[in-house]
Each structure stands twice: as structure tokens, then as C-alpha cells.
């Protein structure tokens, strides 16, 4: 089978000398970064999660550092949520879009001052478009790639887990806020957060030599709680409606599309403001929904499409069998005219055609 081969292009994590012993069987490339997909089976990972705690080499959600006097005005001018309602503690959820509005990005900001943010990537090269904007605009900020690596702690047992190495003081996060607790004599951020709906943290860690020492001390610490290494779920992330960047949406659809209007907030002149007045008054054409798909189903590696009488009415990128709800769980972005919950469509699978029923709500 073939491999892939790291690279300057491709690179390996801090994390990696211990999810390779831990028995990776499978990477993706996550902003040129390898990110772990599976250890045991999708399906055992899924199971394991929801009873117990994993960590998560998460190193691929990379960070570009804003910082400056005009760090804060940049953030007003990329995304359509409302910074000023911003905390000292707080993470933001902040979807990023062009002057079309379309989605460019949904990273995690972290406001480390009021001249200091962190946007915790999902899959894009989103860098060079802030860096472009901050050029052209003259702006007063400097942006970096940090040597910043986030470590994901998820399950139910996470709080005992986290406690045992960063004292009880994590209990007291809420959630999208952090503390910065010490580790090794070195203070980390911890959020409350975390691409799964079973609840951790996720560690924000500053300087690639301590990433080892903290898998380490973490395995070491939870022998007792079932602790193991684990990556973003696919069945759990589906069943949960956490969306994907990349699959589920992408340049071509707005925040509307992807349920994401209430961060659309913003009393500031953002780009892409005036692409998106219209959907802000009557709502979007499409929009993602939770679905069901009869019958066996191949693994999901493109995009389905969703027809009604022949004629496409959306698209599924995100499908998969779930264990526990005894169903083909998906999430596809839907056509107004068959959005409502009930409406039954065929879907066109590299396995032949099945029906798709769209359901009220994700399964969490």
C-alpha cells in the first residue's frame, strides 16, 4: 500500500513519535500536516470516545498569530461575527469569508490580548489571505505561524484526565473560554473545546519540544481511565453535526448555507458584508440538513448528489453507518424546495442509487 512520505511540504507533528506507537493506521493531510484518522476501526474509536477519554494529535489545526495595534481591526475585517463582545478568557467560533461571502475558512480565534489573537485553522491556506489584506490595508500587525500545536483531550473522563496533570483549576473552564494553566514549569492554554460533542479540552502547545512530555504525562496519568490515542471521529462528528471545512462547505457556500447566521453579527463594514445582505434578509437558497440513507452505503470519499425527479437539489459529502443509531447517518446541503424534514430524495452513491430522508435534528 502506498505511504505518505513526509516532508518539508508534509510535515510530521510533536505528537508524532507517540501516535505512531500508539498504532496509527491511516493519516490525511490537514494543512500540509499529517493528521491521524483511525487507530483500531472508525467504528471502535467511536465506541471507545463515548465511554472513555483519547488524545487527539490535533497539531494540523495550525495557528496564524495576529498581533499589533491594528490586530483587532483585522479581525473585525475577516469574519462577520462581532468581536467587540469578545472576552479576555474567551475562544471565538469565527467564520471567515471572501467579498462574495463565501466560506474561506471556520477557525477557533483565541484572544490572548487586545492586540494578540489566534485563528485555530481548519484545512486552508488562510494565512496568505490575511496577510494579503494586512498589506494592502497598511495595517499595523504582525502575522506568524507559531510553533503552536494543539493536543485534544475528548471523552467523558476528560475532566479527570486534565485534572490529574493540570490541577483541578481546569474543572472551573467553561466552555469556548481558557485558562492558562502550567506544565513543566511553562504556562499552556487550555480551552474547553474540541471537535466532538463528548466534551475536553483542547491544549494549545507552545513549542514543539514539550509535546512529547505532555502525551507522555497524560498516558501516564489516565492507565487507570482507558486512555488512548484517538483522532476527530468520523461517525461522532456526523451523528453530532460538526460540520467540515472542505467537505461539508466550502468557498461556494455562505455562513447562511451552513446554519452559521448567528455569527453573522458584525455592526462592522467586513468584507464580504454587502455580498451578504440579501441572505441576511430572506434567508439562503440551500442550507445544510441532517439525513438518513437507506440501504448499504460505500465509503463517502467526494460528493453525492441529491436528486428529485432527475433534477439535483444538493449534495452529500459527509456519510457513514452508525453503530449505535443503526442508521446511515449524513449531512448534506439542501435545496430550499426539499429542506423540510420528511422529504425523501434519491442519492446517487458510487454503490448505486439509495434514498435520502431529511430529519428534523442531528443526532446529538
Not at 279 to 292: D, H, K, M, N, T
Request: glycine share 10%; net charge negative.
Amino acid at each position: 500500500m502506498a505511504v505518505i512520505f513526509p516532508s518539508r511540504r508534509v510535515r510530521k507533528t510533536p505528537f508524532t513519535p507517540g501516535v505512531e506507537a500508539a498504532g496509527v493506521k491511516g493519516y490525511t493531510v490537514y494543512n500540509h500536516m499529517l493528521l491521524p484518522v483511525v487507530f483500531d476501526s472508525v467504528e471502535a474509536d467511536a465506541a471507545h470516545l463515548k465511554q472513555h477519554v483519547q488524545v487527539w494529535d490535533v497539531s494540523a489545526e495550525r495557528q496564524v498569530s495576529l498581533k499589533g495595534p491594528d490586530a483587532l481591526r483585522l479581525m473585525k475585517l475577516i469574519s462577520p461575527r462581532d468581536m467587540d463582545r469578545m472576552a479576555d478568557d474567551q475562544c471565538y467560533y469565527v467564520p471567515t469569508v471572501d467579498h462574495n461571502g463565501g466560506m474561506l475558512n471556520d477557525p477557533v480565534a483565541v484572544k490572548l490580548a487586545q492586540d494578540h489573537y489566534w485563528l485555530s485553522l481548519a484545512d486552508g491556506d488562510l494565512l496568505q489571505f490575511v496577510l494579503g489584506l494586512a498589506i494592502a490595508r497598511g495595517l499595523d500587525v504582525a502575522i506568524e505561524e507559531p510553533d503552536v500545536s494543539p493536543l485534544a483531550v475528548q471523552g467523558p473522563k476528560a475532566d479527570e484526565l486534565m485534572a490529574r496533570v493540570f490541577g483541578d483549576a481546569v474543572r472551573d473552564i467553561r466552555f469556548f473560554r481558557y485558562k492558562k494553566l502550567p506544565f513543566m514549569g511553562r504556562d499552556m492554554v487550555v480551552a474547553r473545546s474540541g471537535w466532538s460533542k463528548q466534551g475536553g479540552f483542547e491544549i494549545y502547545v507552545e513549542g514543539s519540544e514539550n509535546g512529547m512530555p505532555l502525551w507522555d504525562a497524560l498516558f501516564e496519568a489516565g492507565a487507570d481511565l482507558n486512555v488512548r490515542a484517538g483522532c476527530p471521529n468520523t461517525i461522532e462528528r456526523i451523528e453530532s453535526g460538526l460540520l467540515s471545512y472542505g467537505s461539508d462547505m466550502r468557498r461556494d457556500n455562505t455562513p447562511y448555507e451552513c446554519g452559521l447566521g448567528k455569527f453573522c453579527n458584525s455592526p462592522e463594514d467586513y468584507i464580504g458584508k454587502a455580498a451578504l445582505a440579501d441572505q441576511a434578509r430572506s434567508g439562503p437558497r440551500r442550507q445544510i440538513r441532517p439525513l438518513v440513507i437507506n440501504g448499504e452505503i460505500p465509503p463517502c470519499t467526494g460528493s453525492w448528489p441529491l436528486l428529485a425527479q432527475g433534477r439535483q437539489v444538493g449534495q452529500v459529502a459527509s456519510a457513514v453507518f452508525s453503530p449505535e443509531f443503526d442508521v446511515n447517518v449524513a449531512i448534506g446541503m439542501v435545496d430550499r424546495s426539499h429542506w423540510d424534514a420528511g422529504t425523501v430524495m434519491e442519492i446517487e452513491t458510487e454503490g448505486g442509487r439509495r434514498t435520502a430522508t431529511v430529519q428534523e435534528k442531528f443526532w446529538r
